[in-house]
T-cell receptor, first 116, second 112 residues
Framework: GAVVSQHPSWVICKSGTSVKIECRSLDFQATTMFWYRQFPKQSLMLMATSNEGSKATYEQGVEKDKFLINHASLTLSTLTVTSAHPEDSSFYIC????????????FGPGTRLTVL | QQQVKQSPQSLIVQKGGIPIINCAYENTAFDYFPWYQQFPGKGPALLIA?????SEKKEGRFTISFNKSAKQFSLHIMDSQPGDSATYFC???????????FGKGTRLSVIA
């Protein structure tokens, strides 16, 4: 149980285009989902926290107009990178938690974004 | 106060050895301490986690030792295998839906 999927697993796009990444909790309802980015050989950096049905909370320094997060249901959150540029190239990982009932966070397999 | 300091940055052990990875934290409000294993190109996978009311937890070959007074916790991998070669992250959070605070990671290489 507690499986989180991400789609796509990798994407290559041209500079200036927008890319949408989906995060799904497959076998549980995730009241909260988190989005991280990870640069090569570095730790995970939290970008935002999203609760179902409400606006995401962004970490300091993360542009909310550039990284649009939608958490429309208890099993789906999306991250849209708008007007992507090469510096947005990174590994994007989501995680999901049950909420107060269970404290663990379960991570998706990640999405490799390359912006040309 | 939100930092979790992890060491060493990298570690090489021989097969069968017991690598030990250490983490320290400052925020005494943290009450959940998980360890994650990450292989290249994959998302982190939860290995084992501990709460501050116990000093040790074992799951298979993985053991967490927790020292509340010193605000430190460590991961021990018994009988390490080449397949354990990965990056290990410690983390901490406050009970509930709060984000995890990650350490910088330890790249472990287990040599046959």
């Amino acid at each position: 149980g507690a499986v989180v999927s991400q789609h796509p697993s990798w994407v290559i796009c041209k500079s200036g285009t927008s890319v949408k990444i989906e995060c799904r909790s497959l076998d549980f309802q995730a009241t909260t989902m988190f989005w991280y980015r990870q640069f090569p050989k570095q730790s995970l950096m939290l970008m935002a926290t999203s609760n179902e049905g409400s606006k995401a909370t962004y970490e300091q320094g993360v542009e909310k107009d550039k990284f649009l997060i939608n958490h429309a249901s208890l099993t789906l959150s999306t991250l849209t990178v708008t007007s992507a540029h090469p510096e947005d190239s990174s590994f994007y990982i989501c995680s999901a938690s049950f909420g107060l009932a269970r404290i663990e966070q379960f991570f998706g397999p990640g999405t490799r974004l390359t912006v040309l | 106060q939100q930092q979790v300091k992890q060491s060493p940055q990298s570690l090489i052990v021989q097969k069968g050895g017991i690598p030990i990875i250490n983490c320290a934290y400052e925020n005494t409000a943290f009450d959940y301490f998980p360890w994650y294993q990450q292989f290249p190109g994959k998302g982190p996978a939860l290995l084992i986690a501990i709460r501050p009311d116990v000093s040790e937890k074992k799951e298979g070959r993985f053991t967490i030792s927790f020292n509340k007074s010193a605000k430190q916790f460590s991961l021990h991998i018994m009988d390490s295998q080449p397949g354990d070669s990965a990056t290990y992250f410690c983390a901490a959070s406050i009970r509930g839906n709060t984000p995890l605070v990650f350490g910088k990671g330890t790249r472990l290489s287990v040599i046959a």
